[in-house]
């Protein structure tokens, strides 16, 4: 499996307009509306930023990395041929989504070195090293919602729903306007969604408190609901 | 279990395999008893059942009743051991890496995988290795899903429609390595709705059509046997084995005064029926089953005899 998971990555990397997209893009996005548009000057918004454009960004590594690519795969006949190999449907998915996770930390790296070595971003070093494992943490949601799409929908479709939702939960959630600018009405509703509180745990670490408060019990549902939503269509299709 | 049984069993021993959709009987108490060492073709037009017939011997479908065993154990034991190697009828590779990449991650899925370099040797892709997969061209990419199916050493190939869509060389090329592998004792099992694909490869063919295997012998005693027509007629105070006398008649089954008269040239059995039976009535020539079948082999050819020619130039 460590060699098939090796492959994965390489092959995924070489994809030029996926490794564009899902990668340099989150860190060009967060450059772009701290440094060009103003705005890096206020410490606060760009620490919260560089979260919210890391999330943005690890979300849709993964939603794409295992909607999008499990679905073509699905389509293709690719994962019947390893269904006659040893290799079992459930590691197969294991594959995908450790794969998919690994890609998400150049995503994460980027984005903190652009806040960290341009926007002059201040964190202790163990908040540094917290933010790898929170974000990681708030995107699984979005790779339970990946295996869900993946299994529900065929290859284009699933990665119009995949862009769909990435849009949707990113832009609702708080993660490219703030939340502090939203209506009132709209921040209410952020406030219910996985995407703001998954970037939430973030947010509390860069202005120097513990990740957890008690809206982590949405993030918290949002994440068993998912899963459980994931695994029915999981077991459904193979 | 002793290996000394184990090379015993059939490479592939299915009995009364029974598959619906629907209201659709797609496989319809299909026996198949293939020894080892053979190459066997499943001759068949489209929706014949061979796909799904595959697809049961390979445990991507329960069948709706019937007993499977490859190399005398069930499917599943028998891919994980890598002793059944298969190519799918549709089958995309994944793009993005070179075919050496591709071959290995592939090869360490399995348990005991065989060496890269004598796969390779064998699908003929030694100087492809450094290739990205997504530069192959068709033949060359049917090669590479060959490799797959060689990687696990298996005893016992699988293929569905192997060349379907190829052009006429590189089908000649992919049967000079497919024959290759299976002159080292091992057998191959593969569909195809090309008759002389069947003809030009295959030890023994059986032909499939309606979901039920109508036919079953060697190329020649197949292509004998497509010539066949059934004679049904009713034939007063006539007996059953002085019918079987008119010339051509392989066969005669009695029913009362109807008969069912097997031929393999209806137009001399009936010159000389009615010679020696001027009171035959509710004559009837139709076509044996196996007849029917070839004729949907070719029924999607435009003009069925020139293109068999061509293809074999």
């Not at chain 2, 959709?21 to 108490?29: K, T």
């Not at chain 2, 079953?216 to 002085?242: E, F, H, N, Q, Y």
């Not at chain 2, 076509?287 to 435009?302: E, K, M, V, Y």
């Amino acid at each position: 499996m460590f060699t098939y998971t090796t492959f994965e990555i390489r092959r995924t990397l070489r994809n030029i307009p996926f490794a564009l997209y899902t990668i340099i893009f989150p860190a060009g996005f967060y450059l772009l509306f701290t440094v060009v548009f103003g705005g890096a000057s206020q410490h606060s918004y760009a620490a919260h930023y560089m979260v919210s454009m890391g999330l943005y960004g690890t979300i849709g590594a993964g939603l794409t990395g295992i909607g999008t690519q499990i679905a073509f795969e699905r389509r293709g006949g690719w994962t019947k041929q390893l269904t006659l190999t040893p290799l079992r449907p459930f590691s197969y998915l294991a594959i995908k989504v450790g794969s998919a996770l690994i890609l998400t930390l150049p995503v994460i790296i980027l984005i903190m070195a652009a806040g960290g070595l341009v926007n002059h971003v201040h964190l202790s070093f163990w908040s540094w090293l917290l933010l790898v494992p929170l974000l990681w943490l708030a995107s699984l949601p979005f790779t339970a919602l990946g295996i869900a799409i993946a299994y529900t929908f065929r290859d284009e479709a699933a990665n119009g729903v995949t862009v769909i939702f990435l849009f949707l939960f990113s832009i609702a959630g708080g993660l490219w306007i703030p939340p502090q600018v939203f209506p009132p009405w709209l921040r209410h509703l952020a406030e219910l969604l996985p995407s703001y509180r998954g970037a939430d745990l973030g947010w509390h670490v860069v202005d120097g408190h513990q990740p957890f408060t008690s809206g982590t019990l949405i993030f918290a549902a949002w994440l068993v609901g998912l899963f459980a939503i994931a695994g029915w269509r999981f077991r459904r299709a193979t | 279990m002793n290996p000394a049984i184990q090379d015993q069993d059939p490479a592939v021993r299915a009995h009364a395999l029974r598959k619906h959709f629907g209201p659709v009987l797609a496989v319809d108490d299909v026996d198949l008893d293939i020894p080892r060492g053979q190459i066997t073709a499943l001759l068949g037009p489209n929706g014949a059942g061979k796909t799904t017939t595959f697809d049961m011997l390979l445990g991507l479908r329960a069948p709706d009743s019937g007993e499977i065993a490859l190399l005398g154990r069930r499917p599943r034991q028998a891919l994980d051991n890598g002793q059944v190697g298969v190519m799918l009828q549709s089958g995309d590779l994944v793009r993005g890496g070179t075919v050496h990449e591709l071959l290995r991650a592939f090869a360490a899925l399995h348990r005991r995988p065989a060496p890269l370099d004598r796969v390779a040797a064998q699908a003929g892709l030694t100087s492809l290795l450094g290739r990205r997969v997504e530069k192959l061209s068709g033949g060359e990419a049917q090669r590479v899903r060959f490799a797959l199916a060689l990687i696990g050493d298996p005893g016992l190939l699988i293929l569905d429609e192997p060349t379907a869509g190829l052009d006429v060389t590189v089908r000649r090329e992919f049967w000079a390595h497919a024959r290759e592998f299976a002159a080292s004792g091992r057998t191959i099992l593969f569909s195809t709705h090309y008759l002389e694909e069947a003809d030009d490869n295959a030890d023994r063919i059986m032909v499939m059509t309606g979901g039920r295997i109508v036919a079953d012998g060697s190329a020649a005693a197949i292509k004998a046997a497509a010539a066949d027509r059934v004679i049904r007629c009713t034939l007063a105070g006539a007996v059953p084995c002085d019918v079987l006398e008119v010339p051509q008649v392989s066969s005669v089954e009695a029913h009362g005064e109807s008969m069912l008269i097997h031929s393999t040239d209806a137009d001399t059995t009936l010159h000389a029926l009615l010679r020696a039976y001027p009171q035959a009535r509710d004559i009837e020539v139709t076509a044996a089953s196996i007849s029917d079948a070839f004729l949907a082999l070719t029924a999607g050819q435009q003009t069925p005899v020139p293109a068999v020619a061509a293809n074999r130039s």
